[in-house]
């Protein structure tokens, strides 16, 4: 297992990514308090470039590649969100990007891809077929692998996210951030930690892919089976690295149904005017499912990300 | 017809209101800008009260109220967004608020206006019948009329919003603006023409309700007679007062497909995750519609609110 970041780590990758990524704004809602009870800071990583909180950890990561191996390309297998972002990173220093996608992919997301000139390889939705698929890739190639989350470096990106709503609201009782792989949870909890000792770091899970619940609550790594959520970039599990991260430093692990998923994201779409996916809905969900933990609390939520196929609404189904 | 407001009208409404108001962000859209070749600075009123400009001119009527008026209370008629606007703002000082209603509005627009506290009185979806009820109204309950559009008080507190727009943004080339009644358009212009005369003002029109344009070109008043366009806060007319304002502050009015609208409105929530209203994609339908006149411009782009309803949106009918 390769060593953990640090919050120095974050603070490296902050700078390192600066110049290319959008600081994003931290946004709030009186009408989402008044639902909720508690003051929330929705930091807004739907308006980060490739509509995502990912292109931080692929923008890291890809800025951190030696250089001798910046001509074989990167590859990487993921739902979507983080073949995008990487696609894209890639592009900063023009080195190939091989991305393994499930056929059932969401068309905007396969569309994204593409259109950052990435070159796709199809697989089955399963996770052996994805990592056949990938190593056989990258067997042919020879391209550095850029996995969506058991990397430091992504960690690293994805923790800047939790930075830089702590540097840019008042003092957090608690930060919330989605889990699926846990990437963005780690950084987001080594980040918080590092720098907020006194703020607590809750994850929203949902119940359909529960398997961060599961593993942090009986202490041991439980992959998910069949995961089978409307937030599809929440169906992967946790990796031995980003477990053990989470174990360390998150206070707790919430899950909610499809249907607070779905409220929250709606909520949001009409009262904050913003275009969130269901993912990015899931701390919303929890803390509307919850609302006794979090009355009087400040509390800031990673908005993980925007890319939503618009033919394909959960309210129009 | 009354005196037409001024640019010292729109200072003095500024400072009335900003104390009520949200200043909503300038966003910008690298996407957006490659699509048109020029630099588009979007001044967010989705993001505004009520989730709409309008709550600005509502908010500069009932400030402006007289004191023996105010125990009467206020009443429109309205597609809707007026109606919930001036509905929130009647709040801010505590007076009742009738409002007329067509039958046919959006029901996400019936329940705004509803739960801000307002009383509906529900009308046939004709100019006609929309006016002869408020006028009954009026004689019932002594309410004084604050009229969505041909009112010098809305249309000041409108114009609100392209003057943060300027002080806000380096030189604009072009500052653009949906109409409908005209009041937006109004106050835009006389802000624009008044804090930077060599930045011209052009407006957009749906072609299925073009009666600005028609007008425009006449040289005299021509009302629509079916307006029929999903952008449905612009099937309203000019007013005497407002077609005089726009006949001298603005440069030129230019009419989009319905077509145009529905893919400006979806370019819009898919690359800036912002949700917009059909009504507030028509100056970016115009741009995209007309692009030779904008390449390498800086333009201004009023977005005029976030009001859609959920359940039917037009990529999905």
């Known amino acids: 297992m390769p060593e953990e970041p640090t919050i120095d780590s974050i603070k490296r990758a902050a700078g390192l990514i600066a110049p290319h ?29 490739a509509g995502v909180f990912k292109f931080r950890g692929a923008t890291n990561a890809i800025l951190n590649l030696k250089e001798e191996d910046a001509s074989s390309g990167v590859a990487t297998h993921s739902s979507g969100n983080h073949g995008a972002a990487l696609a894209l990173a890639a592009r900063l220093i023009n080195v190939t990007c091989y991305v393994v996608m499930p056929e059932n992919a969401p068309k905007v997301k396969k569309d994204a891809v593409d259109g950052y ?15 056949s698929t ?28 939790a930075l830089e709503l702590c540097e840019d609201t008042r003092h957090l009782d608690i930060v919330m951030a989605p889990v699926g792989g846990g990437g963005l949870l780690s950084g987001t909890s080594i980040a918080v930690s590092g720098v907020s000792p006194t703020t607590i770091v809750i994850a929203a899970e949902p119940q359909r892919a529960d398997d961060a619940y599961r593993s942090f609550h009986a202490g041991k790594l439980i992959p998910v089976e069949k995961p089978d959520t409307i937030a599809d970039g929440l169906r992967t599990s946790l990796s031995p690295l980003t477990f053990s991260i989470i174990r360390k430093h998150v206070f707790d692990v919430l899950t909610v149904s499809e249907e607070a998923i779905v409220a929250a994201m709606r909520y949001t779409w009409e009262r904050m005017k913003i275009v969130i996916e269901p993912s990015a809905a899931v701390p919303l969900a929890a803390v509307l499912s919850n609302r006794g933990q ?16 618009l033919d394909n609404l959960p309210w129009s189904r």
Chains 1, 2 share one sequence.
């Open 21 to 49: 990524i959008h600081r994003t704004p931290v946004l709030t809602s009186r009408a989402l308090n008044k639902m909720t009870g508690a003051g929330l800071f929705f930091k807004c990583e739907n308006f980060q470039k």
């Open 117 to 131: 000139g990435a070159q796709i390889i199809f697989c089955e939705p399963t996770l052996a077929s994805r990592e």
């Open 134 to 161: 990938l190593k056989e890739i990258l067997a042919r190639t020879g391209a550095t692998l850029i996995h969506p989350y058991d990397n430091c470096d992504v960690i690293a990106g994805q923790g800047t996210a």
């Open 294 to 309: 979090f009355t009087g609390k400040r509390v800031g939520i990673i908005v993980s990300g925007g890319n939503v196929d």
